[in-house]
């Protein structure tokens, strides 16, 4: 074999490692930017679930938003049939910085809405950071149903009814 032969398997050889190794380079930065690219927009998505804001500021509310965050702008903290045969709600406000202005409550196809233009009456929405007991008189026997709480049209919160 002459000395320009083995030359060429030499730099043939050289040749066929260095495409190899270019391409595991190639591939392992495609999957670091891949993996970056999808931390960057997981991210981004928690950031827009847990964003404050106006629930009421457009006419359609992120009910995803709402539901899904650490603490509830609104909860029922207690639901029960006192003696009088009256429900009474322990409701409770978040102190998160939301403009509510309005909340209903519904036992199956009986609603009661409060609002801040129901002023001074005992259905008035209460104040962020605060809670207060409701009053319904309802139509039958709420005992072991479900009262839910919605703002506007995302339910936020339900607790079944028991005896005070």
Same mark, same amino acid.
């Given at each position: 074999?002459s000395l320009r032969d083995r030359?060429?398997?030499?730099?043939?050889?050289?040749?066929? &490692? &260095?495409?190899?190794?270019?391409?595991?380079?190639?591939?392992?930065?495609?999957?670091?930017? #891949?993996?970056?690219?999808?931390?960057?927009?997981?991210?981004?998505?928690?950031?827009?679930?847990?964003?404050?804001?106006?629930?009421?500021?457009?006419?359609?509310?992120?009910?995803?938003?709402?539901?899904?965050? #650490?603490?509830?702008?609104?909860?029922?903290?207690?639901?029960?049939?006192n003696s009088e045969g009256k429900?009474?709600? *322990?409701?409770?406000?978040?102190?998160?910085?939301?403009?509510? &202005?309005? #909340?209903?409550?519904?036992?199956?196809?009986?609603?009661?809405?409060?609002?801040? %233009?129901?002023?001074?009456?005992?259905?008035?929405?209460l104040n962020k950071g605060t809670?207060?007991?409701?009053?319904?008189?309802? %139509?039958? &026997?709420? #005992?072991?149903?479900? *009262?839910?709480?919605?703002?506007?049209?995302?339910?936020?919160?339900?607790?079944?009814?028991? %005896?005070?």
């Amino acid at each position: 074999m002459s000395l320009r032969d083995r030359l060429r398997i030499g730099l043939g050889a050289n040749c066929a &490692n &260095n495409k190899r190794a270019m391409s595991d380079i190639v591939s392992t930065s495609v999957l670091i930017i #891949l993996a970056l690219a999808s931390v960057g927009f997981a991210g981004y998505s928690v950031m827009n679930l847990l964003a404050l804001g106006d629930i009421q500021s457009s006419p359609t509310y992120n009910c995803l938003d709402l539901t899904t965050r #650490l603490t509830l702008p609104v909860q029922i903290t207690k639901a029960c049939i006192n003696s009088e045969g009256k429900v009474e709600a *322990l409701i409770q406000r978040s102190s998160e910085e939301l403009s509510i &202005n309005s #909340l209903s409550f519904v036992l199956e196809d009986e609603t009661w809405t409060c609002s801040q %233009n129901t002023c001074g009456s005992a259905c008035e929405v209460l104040n962020k950071g605060t809670s207060k007991i409701y009053h319904f008189t309802p %139509n039958q &026997n709420p #005992l072991d149903k479900k *009262l839910e709480v919605y703002l506007g049209t995302c339910k936020i919160d339900e607790k079944k009814i028991g %005896n005070c």
